[in-house]
C-alpha cells in the first residue's frame, strides 16, 4: 500500500493517474492478485486480511479521487494561464472603425434639437397614401405629388418619400403641446450626383395653442441651428412652396466654400440650399383633427449637411462603402 501512494503523489497528469488506477483495479493489477490470496486462507485470517483489502480499496479511491481533482484544478489553471491574453499589450494591428459620416451628422443634429427638449420620434418605411401625402395636403392628383417622384408596391403601399408622414403620426397619437424631430432613411427613385434612391431627413414639427407658434420661432431656432452647423455664416429664407405649409420659405447659407464670391458648389449665386419650412397648414391641421393650433414645420436632407460639412463631392460616394473614404472620418 505504501508504494501505490508513493505512485498517486508521483503523478502529475490525470491520464497518468487514470492508468494507474486502471492498472491497480485491473484483472491483472494489485488488487486482483490480493484478493486471490485469499483462497489459500482461511477462518479468521481470511476474514482479517479480506476486511483490511477492503479498506486499502476504499483508502486507494480516496486518494486518487483527491488527486484527481486537485490535478484537474491545476490543469484547467494551466490552460487558462496559457490562453490568457495580455490586455494591457499595445498593438496598432487593430482597426477601429468610425461611424459613418451620415449617422454622425444625424447624431450632431438631433443632439442640437434634444438639447432644446425636442422628442425624437420613429414611424415606418413603408407607409399609405394617407400618411405620406393626403394628410399633408397633397390629395390624388395633386401636381405638387411630382415633386417626390415614389416606389409604389402592387397593394398601394409606398416607400415613404419624407418624413413628414411622422408629423402626422405624431398628431394622431398625441396631444399639443408638440416638440419633435423625426431622423430617418426615405426613398425616392433617382440616381445622380446628388441623388440616390436611399437618403435620410430629418423632420421637425412644433405645435401649440393657436397665436402660440409663429414664423419668427422659426426662423430664429433656424438660424441658431444653422450656426451651430457651419458656424458663424450668413442664413436667408426665401419664399418657397410646400403643400403642408403655408407660407413656406427655403432656407439658404452663405456659402461656406467661396464665402459670397461664386463657385461651382453654390452654382456662382454665393448661397447653398439647406432645408424647407414653414408654418403648419390649417388643411394638416384639419386631416389629423387638430383644433385652434399653430405651429411650424421643417425638414431636411442630412447628407446635404455631411456632404457640406465635410467637403464631399459625390452623394454616391457615402453608399460604397469605400475605405478609402470611410477611413478618413476616424
Ligand atoms: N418634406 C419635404 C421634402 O421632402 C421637406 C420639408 C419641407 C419638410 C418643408 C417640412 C417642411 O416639414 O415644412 O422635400
Known amino acids: 500500500?505504501?508504494?501505490?501512494?508513493?505512485?498517486?503523489?508521483?503523478?502529475?497528469?490525470?491520464?497518468?493517474?487514470?492508468?494507474?488506477r486502471v492498472e491497480v483495479f485491473g484483472k491483472k493489477g494489485y488488487f486482483a492478485k490480493e484478493f486471490a490470496k485469499?483462497?489459500?486462507?482461511?477462518?479468521?485470517e481470511k476474514i482479517a486480511y479480506a476486511a483490511r483489502l477492503n479498506e486499502e480499496k476504499d483508502k486507494f479511491s480516496e486518494l486518487v479521487n483527491a488527486k484527481k481533482?486537485?490535478?484537474?484544478?491545476?490543469?484547467?489553471?494551466d490552460i487558462l494561464k496559457q490562453d490568457a491574453v495580455d490586455v494591457s499589450l499595445y498593438s496598432n494591428i487593430v482597426n477601429v472603425g468610425a461611424l459613418h459620416p451620415v449617422i454622425d451628422t444625424m447624431d450632431k443634429i438631433i443632439e442640437y434639437f434634444v438639447s432644446l427638449n425636442f422628442s425624437v420620434e420613429d414611424g415606418p418605411l413603408v407607409e399609405d397614401d394617407f400618411h405620406n401625402f393626403e394628410a399633408l395636403n397633397l390629395p390624388k392628383f395633386h401636381p405638387a405629388r411630382d415633386m417626390?417622384?415614389?416606389?409604389?408596391?402592387?397593394?398601394?403601399?409606398?416607400?415613404?418619400t419624407h418624413t413628414s408622414p411622422v408629423q402626422v403620426r405624431t398628431m394622431l397619437s398625441q396631444d399639443p403641446p408638440i416638440?419633435?424631430?423625426?431622423?430617418?432613411?426615405?426613398?425616392?427613385?433617382?440616381?445622380?450626383?446628388?441623388?440616390t434612391p436611399m437618403f435620410h431627413q430629418i423632420e421637425g414639427l412644433v405645435v401649440d395653442k393657436r397665436g402660440a407658434v409663429s414664423f419668427a420661432n422659426l426662423k430664429s431656432i433656424l438660424e441658431e441651428f444653422l450656426r451651430y452647423m457651419f458656424g458663424s455664416v450668413k442664413v436667408r429664407f426665401r419664399p418657397s412652396f410646400f403643400p403642408f405649409t403655408e407660407p413656406s420659405a427655403e432656407v439658404d447659407i452663405g456659402c461656406i466654400?467661396?464665402?459670397?464670391?461664386?463657385?461651382?458648389v453654390c452654382k456662382n449665386t454665393g448661397w447653398l440650399e439647406v432645408l424647407g419650412c414653414g408654418t403648419v397648414?390649417?388643411?394638416?391641421?384639419?386631416?389629423?383633427?387638430?383644433?385652434?393650433?399653430?405651429g411650424y414645420a421643417f425638414g431636411l436632407g442630412i447628407e446635404r449637411f455631411a456632404?457640406?460639412?465635410?467637403?464631399?463631392?459625390?452623394?454616391?460616394?457615402?453608399?460604397?462603402?469605400?475605405?478609402?473614404?470611410?477611413?478618413?472620418?476616424?
Open 148 to 160: 417626390q417622384d415614389t416606389f409604389y408596391f402592387k397593394d398601394g403601399a409606398l416607400l415613404r
Open 257 to 264: 466654400f467661396c464665402h459670397g464670391a461664386g463657385c461651382r
Open 69 to 77: 481533482s486537485f490535478l484537474e484544478t491545476k490543469e484547467y489553471e
Open 38 to 44: 485469499l483462497k489459500e486462507l482461511s477462518g479468521d
Open 179 to 195: 416638440r419633435m424631430i423625426c431622423p430617418g432613411a426615405v426613398f425616392r427613385p433617382d440616381l445622380d450626383l446628388t441623388h
Open 1 to 20: 500500500m505504501e508504494t501505490l501512494k508513493k505512485s498517486i503523489e508521483e503523478c502529475d497528469s490525470v491520464k497518468e493517474l487514470e492508468r494507474l
Open 307 to 330: 456632404m457640406l460639412l465635410h467637403k464631399i463631392p459625390d452623394l454616391r460616394s457615402l453608399f460604397e462603402g469605400d475605405l478609402r473614404l470611410l477611413e478618413q472620418f476616424k
Open 281 to 294: 397648414d390649417q388643411n394638416v391641421f384639419n386631416a389629423v383633427g387638430y383644433k385652434n393650433s399653430s
